[in-house]
């Protein structure tokens, strides 16, 4: 078959159907009647429907998941997407959920992530299903609904479906991601030493989400002192952006970074760290100063040394920290930090080590979530696989990644990422104007056809 020729003669069709999918707002909502609100339902049904026009086998697991699929056998490969998306927020040029082309560009919330490329693999499956082509083993595209929160959807699916015997995503890059670090996301609460110094910092507050780099933090600050002045002086010193006010004796100090995904900390720039490192330089009392220095120390880097976690291996890289939260007042502090553990490291010492830190502390130490790391060895046959026809597709000679995110190849067995981005794509998952090109969208729908043509034949 020629994928090529094929896969273009399909861009009006997979436009068409990429459209319809992206005119339905699917964020979750609360809900009685449906598990996670009557748009992400409403996703599920049309591509469904879509399905089964198209004459492929449809099912509709309780609201929570469903699955289109065509082939013979016991065997299944699975291709792992997801239909709900994140809030549009403002700022948009088009509105999020009318989808536009402007430029060779689909824009729209979900074209990227995961609207696009799951409309990508479905019309990969469509080539091949009307080529005649017979596969020895069932190809099935499970569409997920929840995978934007806490994964309850999949997990429900998979309580009552099919584990295919391999899969893989197309929810994230090329070439294929064939391990992804551990995720943990944990608090410590410490008490506050009491502050008996003529300058006292009342409060901080900065970050919401543990998964990204927070780009400002806010301090409280009673002082005698000109604080603005010595503030901005500080700012200018170290080349820092940020803004003081005065209000009723005391200072609000505003500490600006730089927000990145935590999975990167280091092309970031921390603002709660920032504005610790500043409070660290006023005349504070000892022991008051010695516990800002201690959270300071822990998250001064994001290679774990801080929290005596800090290690590496030849697959997946270093261990990065992030502290993305902070909510400190005059009795308590809690601080909220992301881990992204290499894939051969042991989960229980960390665990271990970070109770010893709170301990040390006087404080106490929670996880909020944790998702443990995936690795298939680079030289499997189904990566091998992967591989092959993306450098064939290509022509080039690229390698098998690992990554810090988190994708749905963690709720399969034997799982990978795989597409739809190019190395040279627009990231724009989560951003005002979300765009996929749409060149792109064809060409991984060359290398989804080829794929699934070689995994079952």
């Known amino acids: 078959m020629d994928f090529h020729s094929l896969s273009k003669k399909y861009e009006k069709e997979y436009l068409e159907k990429a459209m319809e999918l992206l005119k339905i707002p699917s964020v979750f909502e609360e809900d009685r009647e449906y598990p996670y609100g009557k748009p992400i339902h409403d996703a599920l049904e049309k591509m469904l429907s879509i399905g089964k026009e198209d004459g492929f086998i449809t099912k509709n697991v309780d609201g929570h998941g469903g699955h289109i699929e065509f082939g013979d056998g016991d065997e299944v490969i699975g291709v792992l997407g997801h239909l709900d998306v994140v809030p549009a927020g403002a700022g948009w040029t088009s509105p999020p959920f009318d989808p536009v082309i402007r430029d060779g560009k689909l824009y729209a919330r979900g074209a990227q992530d995961d609207k696009g490329p799951v409309m990508a693999a479905y019309i990969a499956m469509k080539i091949l299903k ?58 410590f609460t410490y008490p506050v030493p009491k502050d008996e110094g003529e300058t006292k910092v009342i409060s901080v507050h900065g970050g919401d989400r543990l998964n990204m780099v927070p780009d400002e933090a806010v301090a409280w600050v009673e002082s005698l002192l000109n604080v603005e002045e010595i503030f901005n002086d500080y700012l200018a010193q170290h080349k820092l952006e940020g803004s003081v006010r005065a209000a009723d004796g005391r200072y609000e100090v505003k500490m600006k970074g730089k927000a990145v995904h935590a999975s990167k900390p280091k092309e970031g720039r921390n603002a709660i760290t920032e504005l610790l490192r500043f409070l660290q330089s006023l005349p504070l009392d000892d022991e008051y100063e010695l516990f800002i220095q201690k959270i300071y120390k822990a998250f001064e880097t994001t290679d774990g040394k801080g929290l005596n976690v800090k290690q590496m291996d030849d697959v997946s890289g270093s261990l990065t920290s992030n502290l993305g939260s902070i909510a400190m007042d005059e009795h308590t502090c809690k601080l909220g930090f992301n881990l992204r553990y290499p894939v051969s490291a042991d989960y229980d010492a960390i665990d271990r080590n970070l109770k010893d830190v709170a301990a040390n502390n006087k404080g106490t130490y929670e996880v909020y979530d944790h998702l443990a790391s995936i690795h298939l060895e680079k030289d499997h046959p189904f990566v ?62 060359q290398i989804y056809s080829e794929s699934l043509y070689e995994l079952t034949r």
């Open 384 to 445: 091998k696989t992967l591989l092959s026809v993306y450098n064939k597709v290509t022509d080039e000679e690229a390698a098998a990644k690992t990554m810090g995110g988190a994708t749905y190849a963690r709720a399969l067995e034997a799982g990978v990422a795989f597409g739809a981005l190019f190395e040279d794509s627009p990231d724009t998952a989560h951003q005002k104007d979300e765009h996929v090109r749409i060149s792109d969208m064809i060409k991984a729908i």
């Open 130 to 187: 009307e080529q005649g082509f017979q596969p020895k083993k069932r190809i099935r595209l499970i569409l997920g609904t929840d995978e934007e929160r806490d994964w309850k959807g999949i997990d429900y699916y998979f309580k009552n479906e099919t584990m295919p015997s391999l899969g893989f995503t197309p929810d994230a890059s090329f070439p294929v991601i064939h391990a992804e670090k551990g995720l943990l996301d944990s608090y």
